[in-house]
């Protein structure tokens, strides 16, 4: 049995800080002691793929180059997240922050935040605080700059690599790794691409330092989350919660008593049945997250989400793979076939083996995760499938 | 075309003529005309001394890049799971009567043009859309009906 965690909210993402104050104290760390600090914590990153801030920092800081780039993935287009604009809207300072200390670590004077198109209203106000935090950290004696790059309605982008492409002003078509971006990322300089609330959670450990932070959470998903909760629950918001819970903890705090599953995740994300609520856990030794988490109850049909999935992704699909751009399409032809009769319902098991194949032969994580929805739906409510 | 080709030059002025400011220069361009024109495709190849199939297939890339006429006001309307199941075909239905257009169409004023898009990040206020970068939330038809009357007489 995994450890799990009682639910418990925690106000930290969002809390007003003196950020003159934590920048005071990194200005004086040497990077090295940065770093430690971060590794320390064990936090991982909270877009979504989980890869640990302190390696990624350790590796950008271990490349000779005179020009590196601290790039802030504010791409969030994940279908179920939004709190990342909510971070922005509050408390950019902290973002900002963030990718000044991490600059310090790995010795880059150059941030860029890539913002999707969708949020574009922000930028007038993120323009306006940012010139305020420019000069504050001159005061302090960072050499620093942030600027913002706006994206154009394109999922993909929140891909490290497609985002690169992107800000280079080319189709946001991911690249091959490797390299990885801490070698060779944006123009080809290391280039450390941290999430939005990864960058404030790096903050609130060098202002809290790491042993504190490692009191919230579990050994293997430090720290708390901001989960995105949405669909039929009577509550739905922004919620900052420590990682490590059970998904039934999550589903009696938000569900609306008639939960029958939750999709963890996001689009690219797992689909949990109510059987396996109690044994689910949220966080990186269970179903990991980049904070979406949308509950269905029992007068939806899975048929109707798997389709929207699909959908979705067949449209985002940047069509530079085989794997993704035809298994997309092939996988919503094969669903609505077997909908309508024409196709056995057999021919589930051969479009399970078709998401199977994408995971290992799509290019980008894109088509690699197409089969998670399509499985963990199709496993678990075959027969809303069918008939 | 005058019109374009200052537009352009000017665009370039602020964000320079290297390749990687192609992004900041279609959408400065689309944020004026609506979409991206032939013409403003071919020039900004010019000034950037790229091939103007470069412009358009970076441009047809972004689903916000549009390289057909729109309308003043690009309405768009998400269609991702949470504001499906929250009414996304009621506020589609409402636009629909209200703009006596379907979607993917023009207004024969040329002030409007009903789009549907993906996950805009407001599933938790469905449903929601988008009018040009402003987004509208929690939309029932009544509020639908006092927002398009509002850019009718903007």
């Known amino acids: ?25 990194a200005h004086t760390m040497t990077p090295k002691e940065i770093i430690d600090e971060i590794l320390e914590s064990g936090l991982k990153g909270r877009g979504g793929a989980g890869f640990p801030t302190g390696m990624k920092w350790e590796l950008c800081s271990e490349e000779k180059a005179e020009t590196k780039y601290i790039v802030c993935n504010a791409d969030e287009g994940e279908p179920g997240t939004f709190k990342d604009r909510e971070i922005l809207d509050r408390v950019a300072y902290k973002v900002y922050s963030g990718m000044t200390i991490a600059g310090k670590a790995v010795g880059s004077k150059k941030g860029i935040i890539y913002l999707r198109g969708e949020y574009k209203f922000l930028l ?17 004696g960072f050499d620093f700059e942030i600027d913002f790059r706006l994206g154009s309605g394109a999922y993909i982008c929140g891909e490290e690599s497609a985002l690169f492409e992107s800000i280079e002003g ?168 077997v909908k309508k009769g024409e196709s056995k319902s057999t021919y589930l098991n051969e479009l399970s083996k078709l998401a199977d194949t994408m995971k290992i032969a799509a290019k980008c994580g894109l088509g690699q995760s197409v089969g998670n929805a399509f499985n963990s739906i199709v496993e678990n409510f075959r027969e809303e499938i069918i008939y | 075309m005058y019109q374009t080709d200052n537009l352009v030059k000017d665009l370039v002025e602020i964000h320079g003529c290297g390749r990687e400011n192609l992004l900041p220069i279609l959408q400065g361009i ?9 013409d403003a495709m071919v020039e900004v190849a010019r000034e950037l001394d790229i091939s103007a199939a470069e412009v358009y297939g970076t441009a047809s890339f972004y689903s916000f890049l549009d390289t057909e006429p729109r309308g003043k ?18 506020v589609i239905e409402a636009l629909e009567d209200i703009l006596k257009i379907k979607v993917g169409e023009t207004t024969s004023s040329g002030l409007f043009t009903l789009l549907e898009t993906n996950c805009m990040g407001w599933c938790h206020k469905a449903p929601a859309m988008l009018i040009n970068d402003t987004p509208y939330i929690e939309l029932t038809r009544e509020k639908i009906v006092e927002i398009i009357k509002d850019y009718m007489h903007k």
């Open chain 1, 1 to 25: 049995m995994m450890e799990t965690k009682k639910i418990s909210k925690v106000d930290l993402i969002f809390e007003h800080i003196d950020p003159r104050e934590v920048l005071t104290k």
């Open chain 1, 124 to 140: 007038p106000q993120l323009r306006m605080e940012l010139d305020g935090f420019h000069k504050m950290i001159e005061e302090i």
């Open chain 1, 170 to 337: 080319k189709r946001g078509e991911p690249r091959n790794k490797p390299p990885y971006p801490t070698s060779k990322g944006l123009f080809g300089k290391p280039t450390v691409v941290n999430n939005v609330e990864t960058l404030v959670n790096s903050v609130i450990i060098l202002k809290y330092g790491s042993e504190k932070y490692k009191l919230l959470g579990t050994r293997f998903s430090t720290g708390a989350k901001v989960f995105s909760v949405s669909g039929d629950t009577p509550i739905p918001g922004i919620y900052e919660l420590e990682l490590g819970m059970s998904l039934l903890e999550f589903v009696n705090e938000f569900g609306d008593g008639d939960t029958k599953a939750v999709q963890v995740g996001g689009a690219a994300g797992f689909c949990v049945p109510r059987k396996l609520f109690a044994s689910t856990v949220i966080g990186f030794e269970g179903v990991p997250t980049g904070g979406s988490m949308k509950l269905f109850n029992s007068s939806r049909s899975m048929y109707n989400v798997l389709h929207n999935y699909l959908e979705f992704f067949t449209e985002e699909s940047c069509g530079q793979c085989t794997p993704c751009r035809v298994g997309c399409q092939q996988l919503l032809k094969g669903v609505e076939s």
């Open chain 2, 30 to 38: 689309v944020e004026k005309h609506n979409y991206l024109s032939d």
């Open chain 2, 73 to 90: 006001y690009v309405i768009r309307v998400c269609k991702t799971i949470t504001c499906s199941m929250k009414g996304k075909q009621e």
